[in-house]
């Protein structure tokens, strides 16, 4: 456990990336159209939440503030989850709210733990 528990800057900071790179892409989908996406109205509910996606994963990944756009994508999840799926039913699995879920707990992780190593704002410290 002791190898494992050194690299763990470093998995973090790949969660990090690796989170924030996914969460942009469902931004990308919402405000260009890309990527298998409907092109959505930006000035609407779904356009706010795919400036929010793309502007905030792109933050998370950077480690631009990540913990403060963590914590605005976490609710944004949160938000979602209660809004689209809970509606649908009480389980995640059933109502097809796993993602939203765990894009909500992961991000709140991230607003806790802030952007760690590999990071503009550990650049921005030295």
Not at 48 to 75: D, H, N, P, Q
Request: hydrophobic content about 55%.
């Amino acid at each position: 456990m002791k190898l494992i528990a050194r690299t763990e800057p470093h998995t973090y900071a790949l969660l990090r990336i690796v989170a924030g790179f996914l969460f942009l892409a469902h931004g990308a989908q919402k405000i260009f159209g890309v990527l298998g996406g409907q092109q959505v109205e930006l000035v609407s509910q779904m356009g706010l939440a795919g400036v929010i996606e793309l502007v905030g994963g792109l933050m998370i990944m950077l480690g631009f503030y990540g913990g403060y756009a963590a914590f605005i994508c976490s609710g944004l999840m949160a938000a979602a989850y209660f809004m689209a799926h809970a509606p649908q039913g009480f389980w995640p699995i059933v109502n097809k709210g796993e993602l939203a879920a765990l894009y909500s707990f992961l991000f709140l992780y991230i607003s806790t733990k802030g952007s760690g190593g590999w990071s503009v704002d550990a650049a921005m410290r030295k």
